[in-house]
């Protein structure tokens, strides 16, 4: 089939976990599992290496000439314990797999070749021990919070563009769609993505015919799709993967945060992870507690991982193609699902400016002609019922609202926020998510902590902290709106 992937997949089975046998946690055959997918399944092991040798062959030789998958399973001992002090093991086991060692075998057949190579690999091992002595410590490389204060100075505003009054969705969709014919080795992966169906939110619409070849559809496995893209992240590749609903997104954290954000690190800067996560978030959709939440604050804060969420008010799709052109680190994108079907517009009442930073990931400054009351930080589709709040405060109250509504969550330059602050005085942070441990709570402690010698008014707003109801009135009650916002609004600045 044109779908199939000429691919290799080998397991070592060394028949233990740490120090549980695989026949005490292993039901059926794990050749089995391969052969139920379709894909056929070679096994040898370690103790015949010429057997193995002619296996291995002819599995490589399937994959090329048949361009499909193929699973070979090498059985094999592991003859040292997994870690310190953690082998349980019959010795007498133990020294039977030791005496029918390749390795042991060899060296009783040939003692003085295997003394030779033992010789070799051991003056190896002492040259990279004696090369990691000599070798100066790697500089660690982390932004402070007075590098970002620093690196601000020189950001300016400057007017939002009038939008184009398409759809969100058109939006991202057009800019894949740039990415496909300007990055040869861009690739799009996910569940459903595919036409005719294109994506639970049709982002991906029509891309697979296209670009056949370059979208293609994904087993329901969130880690299988994101551990997919860091190999073809690492491998040089652009990998775009969707993960359909962000709820799902902790079935993918391991190959987010333990390998996605750790290679760079791992390997001294000596690689890079060009992979991009896209996923709709958040709730007033009636899906329910399981596809309605807003869990990026869990992935906030990881090292190499950036975060960052759209708003309908600056265009996604320039966003991307920024994206598709710098990008060298793992980047989660949070797309709320409210915005796809909303009009990209810089459209606002008069008296309020309408301004945007000049970065790669903007953030938008929405601002009276006079000096704010209060500053009112948000992000995502939490824009549109903060614009809603502060007309409701400034017509109804006679109190003006600032909002600044970064790109980047992740990491965060507070500068913009604190130079809006220092003008008000009152901060209030609005979120869709829970607010224990989330953006607003890490943006209040970082001002705080850093910036001790001023006293301002801190609020947060966030959703009441039980699972989302499927029930769309009850839904809307737990999550903040333009009226919650106003009505906190006017408690802050009331409250002198």
Not at 52 to 74: G, Y
Not at 175 to 203: N, T
């Amino acid at each position: 089939s044109k779908w199939q992937l000429p691919l290799l997949i080998v397991l070592e089975n060394n028949g233990y976990s740490q120090s549980t046998h695989q026949c005490e946690t292993l039901a059926g055959d794990i050749c089995s599992r391969a052969e139920a997918f379709g894909i056929q399944a070679f096994q040898s092991d370690t103790w015949h290496p010429d057997q193995l040798v002619q296996v291995t062959e002819k599995a490589i030789e399937r994959v090329r000439n048949d361009q499909c998958p193929v699973f070979l399973s090498v059985d094999t001992y592991r003859l040292a314990s997994h870690s310190k002090g953690d082998d349980d093991r019959d010795p007498e086991e133990l020294k039977k797999y030791w005496a029918s060692d390749p390795i042991s075998r060899y060296s009783k057949v040939w003692p003085e070749e295997a003394d030779k190579a033992h010789s070799k690999v051991q003056q190896r091992i002492e040259e990279a021990v004696l090369q990691a002595r000599r070798s100066e410590l790697p500089k660690l490389k982390h932004n402070t919070f007075n590098d970002a204060i620093n690196n601000s100075k020189q950001l300016c505003w400057k007017p939002c563009e009038p939008g184009d009054n398409s759809r969100v969705v058109a939006s991202i969709r057009n800019a894949l769609d740039r990415a496909l014919d300007k990055h040869p080795e861009l690739f799009l992966i996910g569940e459903d993505i595919e036409s005719p169906y294109g994506g639970a939110f049709k982002v991906t619409q029509g891309l697979s015919t296209r670009f056949e070849g370059r979208v293609r559809n994904m087993p329901i496995g969130e880690s299988l799709i994101v551990g997919l893209g860091n190999g073809l992240a690492l491998s040089g590749m652009k990998p775009v993967c969707e993960i359909m609903f962000g709820d799902f997104l902790m079935l993918a954290a391991d190959q987010i945060i333990n390998h996605a954000s750790k290679f760079k690190g791992m390997y001294n800067d000596q690689v890079r992870v060009p992979l991009i996560i896209r996923t709709p978030m958040g709730g007033r959709r009636g899906y329910g507690p399981t596809h309605s939440q807003s869990i990026e604050k869990h992935f906030l804060g990881i090292p190499d991982l950036t975060v960052l969420a759209i708003n309908h008010r600056l265009n996604p799709g320039e966003m991307y193609d920024r994206l598709f052109d710098i990008n060298e680190s793992p980047v989660l994108v949070v797309e709320n699902k409210r915005l796809y079907g909303m009009r990209l517009s810089a459209n606002f009442p008069d008296g309020f400016v309408f301004e945007q930073t000049d970065e790669d990931y903007p953030t938008l400054r929405i601002r009276p002609e006079g000096k704010a009351d209060i500053t009112i930080v948000c992000y995502g589709e939490m824009l549109v019922h903060a614009e809603s709040a502060i007309l409701k405060a400034f017509d109804e109250a006679e109190i003006i609202g600032e909002i600044i509504c970064p790109t980047r969550l992740s990491p965060l330059d507070p500068s913009l926020i604190i130079e809006s602050l220092n003008q008000s005085g009152r901060l209030l942070v609005v979120e869709e998510g829970i607010g224990v441990a989330g953006f607003g709570s890490e943006l209040i402690t970082l001002i705080a902590t850093n910036n001790c010698e001023k006293t301002y008014k801190y609020s947060r707003l966030c959703a009441v902290p039980i699972p989302i109801p499927a029930n769309a009135d009850l839904e809307n009650k737990i999550l903040p709106d333009a009226d919650s916002i106003f009505a906190r609004i006017k408690e802050i600045v009331g409250d002198v």
